[in-house]
């Protein structure tokens, strides 16, 4: 019992008399939306999906009326099957631009994915209406016939 207290005792006093290890803290994040946005377009084209995501998030958190980080994380979820989720951060975008044609496109584009046509075709259109590209005929194309074939 002695020996107990005594080296419980020895342990406390070195733990105390030990010089402590600095730390460094991150008070502000000192990369831009445009840094994060860039990392995670790094990541995902390394197939680090989680990370890639990560910095999309970082990148709207910093500038939440920027789009493109939008974009690129409703890609990043559409090209992991994750619907409900690409639907999300698509509408996420459109809310801070409603007149994007790429956000509108590629919500379209989801929204085809899932069946969901008459929505689908509504974007599109109105994609078309603001920027007519080739890229957004031949999603309106495909939305067509996807629903000739159900």
């Not at 030990?18 to 991150?26: G, L």
């Not at 990541?43 to 980080?69: S, T």
């Amino acid at each position: 019992m002695k020996k107990s207290i005594f080296l419980l005792a020895v342990l406390i006093l070195v733990g105390c008399a030990m010089p402590k290890i600095p730390q460094i803290i991150v008070i502000d994040d000192p990369l831009t939306a445009q840094q994060h946005n860039d990392l995670g377009v790094a990541y995902e084209e390394k197939g680090d999906f989680v990370l890639a995501g990560k910095e999309y998030e970082k990148a709207i958190k910093k500038n939440r009326d920027w789009v493109i980080p939008y974009l690129n994380l409703g890609h990043l979820y559409y090209r992991q099957d994750k619907l409900d989720q690409a639907e999300r951060a698509l509408r996420e975008g459109l809310r801070v631009k409603g007149d994007h044609p790429d956000l509108l496109n590629n919500l379209a584009w989801v929204l085809m994915e899932k069946g969901q046509y008459d929505q689908a075709t509504a974007l599109i259109d109105k994609a078309i209406a603001i920027e007519d590209k080739e890229e957004y005929r031949d999603t309106r194309r495909e939305i067509i016939e996807r629903k000739k074939g159900e």
